[in-house]
C-alpha cells in the first residue's frame, strides 16, 4: 500500500522553460525528505504526485495504477498533501469544522470526520481549541491546524511541504512525532525541507533536487556528508556535521545527540 | 504580476496633458454627447475623442474596451430598433424582426455616446500613470489615504488572482471537485472564496499595521518624492473646455 | 540615559482574559543587539508591538507600567512618533509591502514622504538604503516581483531610510528560505556596525549566539532571563521553557566543558579550545 514509482517524469509550465527534467524514482516506505533550493523543482514534483499538474511525458504509478487515470479528488484518498501556508485553505470558523473538510470530501461520515479530526487535532496538541477560530489562533498553530486536516484523512502516504518552517523547539517536536507515528502506522511520508537539522534528526532518506533532476538521493548520512555536491546545489549540511567535522571527529555524525555519544568521556 | 492599471507609457502631447484637463475633458465629452441631439453632431464629438486618442498613440489599445461593450451596444440597438413606441417608418426587415427608422436612429446615437464615453475614459486611463494622476489630485487637496487606497487595490488585486490559484490547489488536494456540473461549482465555491477573503482581511490588518510603521497617519504635511510636474498650458485648456461646456449648456437651454 | 526604559510592564488583549505581557521591566542600551527568545506564545510579538507603540495605540486594549524608547513615553506620545524612533519588520514580507509604489525606489520614499521630508534628503536616504540592505539591483523593479529574501530587505529598507534610533524585527526570517534568511542576516549585521539599536526576536538560536550582546528570554508573559547569550543558554530549565540552545552549546553541556566563566561556550571555537585544552591536560 502507497507505493509510488515515478518514471523518466518531465514538466514545464511553459515551453521555454523546462522545470522537471526527467525524474526517475521509487518511493518505499523510510521516512524520505527532499531539499534543494528554491526553484530547483521540489514544489511542482510535489504537485505532480498529487496530480495538480499533469506531466508533459514519464508516469507516476502508484500502487501499479497510472495517476494519469485518476481525478485529483480520486489521488486525494491515497496522498495527502499539507502545503506550507495554511491560510491558502483555511475557511471554516472552527478548528473542528475545517479539520473535517478533508475527511468528508472524501467519503469519511460525519461521525467518522469527527472522530478522526479529533485524533488529529489531539496529535498536534490542539485538542482544547476546537471550537475556536483558526484566525484567532496564531500562524504556527494555524499550520498544525492544516497539518491535522491531511492527518485526519487517513492516507497511506503523506507529504509534508515545509512544516518546520516558522515552528519553535516544541512544534518541531510534534511534528518529528506526528512523522514517527506515521511510520509506525505503515504509511509513507515524504517531506520537502530547508531545515537541513531537521531532516538530518528525522528523516532516513535524503532526495536532492536540483535544476530539476535528482543530483543524489540515498541514506541520510551518506547524502550529507558529501559537502562538494550539497555545495553545488547551494545546500549545506546539518550543524552537528560541521561541528563534528570541526572537531575531528571521525563517523560522519548527524546530530548532536551522536556527537555527545562520540564525545562522551567520563567527566573531570 | 503587473498592477491592474491600463496605462500605456508613450511620449505624446496627451501624455504630457494635466491629469486634470484630462479629467475635465471626459465630463465636458460625455455632456456634450449628450446635450447634442443630431446623428452628425455626436459623432463629431465621438470623432474628436478618436483623434485626441490617435494623437496620443494608443487608439489601438481602446478597441478591446470597446469590442467589451459591444455586448451592450448590441442589446441597445436591438431594443431600440425593435421596440421604440415611436416606431413607424420600416427600413428593412431581417425574417421576424421589423427595424424602424426611428429606433435605428436612436440606437445608433446611443451606440456613439457610449463609444464616446468609453473613449473619452480612454483619453485619461490610457495616456496617464496611476501614480501620476493620484500625486496631481494629492496635490489639488484630494487626502493621500483616499490616494492609497486608489493605487493599492491596483495592485493587490492582480496579487489576489496569483493567491487563488494556490486556495484552488489547496482544495482540491483535499478532494474538493471543482470541475462537473454546476451544483459541483455552487459547492465549491465557499472554500474557493472563503479564504481568498479571510486572506484578504488578515494581510490588510498586518498592512494596516505596516503602514502606521511607516507614518501613514501622521498629521506633518506630506511632501513628494516625484518633482511635481508642470503642464503647459493646462489653465488655457481647462477654461476653453470650460466655456464649450458652458456654450453648449446656453445653446441647450436657449432652444 | 538608556536608549530602551521599560518598567513593570502589563499588558492584555481587548476581550481577552490572560496578560500578554506580565510586569517586564528591562533597559537597553545605544547600540546594543538584543536576542529575544522564547516559545511561540511567550509574548515576543506582543513585547515588539509594545516597544514600537502599537500596543496600546494600534491594538488598544489594557496596559500597565511603561516604556520609553529614545526619551519619548509610549503611552502618551503619538503613534508616528513612536513608530519613527522604533521601526518594526516582522514576519511576512508581502504584507510590509504597501501596495501603493510600483517600483522599489518610490516603496521606500513611502516613509520618508509622509515624514514630509524635503526631496533631496529623501534621496540620499533612499540611495544609502539602496546600499545597506543590498538592493541596488532590483530598485527599478515591483516590490511584488521579488524574492521573498528580497522582499524582506525592501521592507526593511522602508523603515531603516526613516533613520529610527530602534530596529525591532519579530522572526523576520521564519518565512524565508535559507537564501533569504541568509542575506536578512547579512544586512543587520551592516545595520549593527551603524550603531542602530537592534531588537531581534528569532527562533534561530545559532545566529542569536553569534549575534546579540544579550539575550531577553520570555515564557509566559513574563521576563525570566536577560543576560549574555552564553548565560542564557547555559540555563538548565530551557527545555521547559520550549527554547532548544545552539547545537555547540548544547554538546558542550552533554559534555560538562564550561568556560572560565561557568558558562557553556556558545561559539565553535571557543569549544575546540576547551577540548584542547582538556587533551593537554591529560597529556
Redesign the interface.
Known amino acids: 500500500m502507497g507505493k509510488l514509482e515515478i518514471e523518466k517524469l518531465h514538466f514545464a509550465y511553459d515551453k521555454a522553460t523546462p522545470v522537471i527534467k526527467g525524474i526517475d524514482l521509487e518511493l518505499d516506505n523510510r521516512k524520505t525528505a527532499i531539499i534543494g533550493?528554491?526553484g530547483s523543482g521540489k514544489t511542482t514534483f510535489v504537485?505532480l504526485l498529487?496530480g495538480?499538474l499533469r506531466p508533459d511525458s514519464g508516469r507516476i504509478l502508484l500502487d501499479g495504477a497510472d495517476l494519469a487515470t485518476m481525478?485529483?479528488?480520486q489521488i486525494?484518498?491515497q496522498i495527502?498533501?499539507v502545503?506550507q501556508?495554511p491560510?491558502?485553505?483555511?475557511?471554516?470558523s472552527t478548528v473542528l469544522d475545517e479539520v473535517m473538510?478533508?475527511p468528508l470530501?472524501?467519503g469519511q461520515t460525519l461521525d467518522e470526520a469527527r472522530a478522526s479530526s479529533r485524533a488529529a487535532l489531539a496529535q498536534v496538541q490542539l485538542a482544547d481549541v476546537e471550537q475556536v477560530n483558526p484566525?484567532d489562533l496564531?500562524?504556527?498553530?494555524r499550520k498544525m491546524v492544516a497539518l491535522a486536516?491531511?492527518l485526519a484523512?487517513d492516507t497511506p502516504i503523506v507529504i509534508f511541504d515545509e512544516p518546520t518552517?516558522?515552528?519553535?523547539?516544541?512544534?518541531k517536536a510534534i511534528i518529528k512525532k506526528v512523522i514517527e507515528d506515521l511510520q509506525a502506522e505503515g504509511k509513507a511520508v515524504l517531506c520537502i525541507l530547508?531545515d537541513m537539522?531537521f531532516a538530518a534528526a528525522v528523516f532516513e532518506r535524503i532526495i536532492v533536487f536540483s535544476q530539476g533532476q535528482l543530483l543524489l538521493e540515498g541514506d541520510a548520512r551518506e547524502v550529507f556528508k558529501q559537502k562538494e555536491l550539497l555545495q553545488q546545489a547551494?545546500?549545506?549540511q546539518p550543524?552537528?556535521m560541521k561541528?563534528a567535522h570541526?572537531?575531528g571527529i571521525p563517523g560522519d555524525l548527524l546530530t548532536?545527540e551522536e556527537?555527545?555519544s562520540a564525545?562522551?568521556?567520563p567527566?573531570? | 504580476m503587473d498592477a491592474m492599471t491600463l496605462y500605456v507609457p508613450r511620449n505624446s502631447p496627451i501624455h504630457r496633458l494635466d491629469p486634470l484637463t484630462k479629467m475635465l475633458y471626459i465630463v465636458v465629452s460625455i455632456a456634450a454627447a449628450y446635450l447634442l441631439d443630431g446623428l452628425w453632431e455626436v459623432a463629431a464629438v465621438m470623432i474628436i475623442s478618436f483623434g485626441i486618442l490617435l494623437i496620443g498613440k494608443v487608439f489601438r489599445n481602446i478597441l478591446p474596451v470597446i469590442a467589451l461593450s459591444f455586448l451592450l451596444i448590441l442589446s441597445i440597438v436591438i431594443v431600440q430598433g425593435f421596440f421604440n413606441p415611436a416606431n413607424e417608418t420600416l427600413l428593412f426587415e431581417l425574417g421576424p424582426i421589423k427595424f424602424y427608422q426611428e429606433g435605428l436612429v436612436i440606437a445608433l446615437r446611443l451606440t456613439m455616446r457610449v463609444i464616446n464615453m468609453v473613449c473619452a475614459f480612454g483619453v485619461l486611463v490610457l495616456t496617464t500613470s496611476p501614480t501620476e494622476l493620484v500625486e496631481r489630485l494629492q496635490q489639488k487637496g484630494m487626502s493621500p489615504k483616499i490616494g492609497y487606497v486608489i493605487l493599492s487595490v491596483l495592485q493587490i488585486i492582480p496579487q489576489l488572482r496569483a493567491t487563488y490559484a494556490k486556495i484552488q490547489d489547496a482544495q482540491r488536494a483535499r478532494g474538493m471537485e471543482t470541475e462537473g456540473s454546476l451544483l459541483v461549482r455552487v459547492k465549491a465555491f465557499f472554500p474557493l472564496l472563503g479564504p481568498v477573503i479571510l486572506n484578504a482581511l488578515n494581510d490588510t490588518r498586518e498592512r494596516a499595521i505596516a503602514l502606521d510603521v511607516r507614518g501613514f497617519d501622521r498629521d506633518t504635511p506630506k511632501t513628494y518624492l516625484n518633482e511635481a510636474k508642470s503642464y503647459r498650458y493646462s489653465v488655457l485648456l481647462n477654461v476653453l473646455l470650460l466655456l464649450i461646456l458652458a456654450g453648449l449648456i446656453v445653446w441647450r437651454v436657449m432652444g | 540615559m538608556s536608549i530602551i526604559e521599560v518598567k513593570d510592564l502589563k499588558y492584555r488583549y481587548p476581550d481577552t482574559t490572560k496578560l500578554a505581557l506580565d510586569g517586564i521591566s528591562f533597559s537597553v542600551e545605544q547600540g546594543e543587539f538584543i536576542g529575544l527568545i522564547g516559545r511561540n506564545t511567550a509574548g515576543k510579538s506582543t513585547l515588539c508591538y509594545a516597544l514600537s507603540g502599537l500596543v496600546p495605540h494600534f491594538f488598544k486594549g489594557a496596559y500597565g507600567g511603561s516604556v520609553e524608547i529614545a526619551g519619548l513615553n509610549v503611552r502618551t506620545t503619538d503613534v508616528s512618533e513612536v513608530t519613527a524612533a522604533a521601526g518594526l519588520v516582522f514576519e511576512n514580507p508581502f504584507s510590509q509591502i504597501t501596495g501603493s509604489r510600483f517600483t522599489v525606489y518610490e516603496e521606500i520614499a513611502f516613509g520618508l514622504e509622509n515624514m514630509g521630508l524635503p526631496r533631496d534628503e529623501m534621496i540620499k536616504r533612499i540611495e544609502e538604503a539602496l546600499d545597506l540592505l543590498d538592493i541596488r539591483k532590483v530598485k527599478d523593479k515591483n516590490p511584488f516581483d521579488l524574492s521573498g529574501g528580497q522582499m524582506q530587505r525592501v521592507a526593511i529598507a522602508g523603515v531603516v531610510a526613516m533613520k529610527p534610533k530602534v530596529l525591532i524585527l519579530d522572526e523576520p526570517t521564519s518565512q524565508l528560505d535559507p537564501q533569504g534568511s541568509e542575506e536578512v542576516f547579512k544586512v543587520v549585521e551592516n545595520l549593527t556596525k551603524e550603531g542602530i539599536t537592534i531588537i531581534m526576536a528569532e527562533q534561530k538560536m545559532e545566529k542569536i549566539a553569534q549575534y546579540a550582546d544579550r539575550v531577553l528570554l520570555l515564557d509566559d508573559a513574563k521576563l525570566i532571563a536577560y543576560d549574555t547569550p552564553e548565560a542564557v543558554f547555559s540555563r538548565d530549565d530551557l527545555a521547559s521553557l520550549g527554547v532548544q540552545p545552539p547545537a555547540v552549546t548544547a554538546i558542550a553541556r552533554h559534555l560538562g566543558k564550561r568556560k572560565a566563566t561557568g558558562h557553556y561556550p556558545v561559539d565553535l571555537e571557543e569549544l575546540k579550545m576547551l577540548l584542547a585544552e582538556e587533551g593537554a591536560a591529560h597529556g
Not at chain 1, 491560510?87 to 471554516?92: E, G, H, P, R, S
Not at chain 1, 518552517?165 to 512544534?171: H, K, N, P, S
Request: aromatic letters at 8%; a negative charge.
Open positions: 533550493q528554491n504537485k498529487k495538480l481525478t485529483v479528488a486525494a484518498k495527502g498533501l502545503f501556508n491560510d491558502d485553505q483555511i475557511f471554516k473538510v478533508g470530501n472524501i484566525y496564531n500562524l504556527a498553530q486536516s491531511i484523512m518552517m516558522g515552528q519553535d523547539a516544541a512544534g530547508h537539522d547551494y545546500l549545506d550543524q552537528a561541528i570541526a572537531l548532536v556527537v555527545d564525545l562522551a568521556r567527566s573531570q
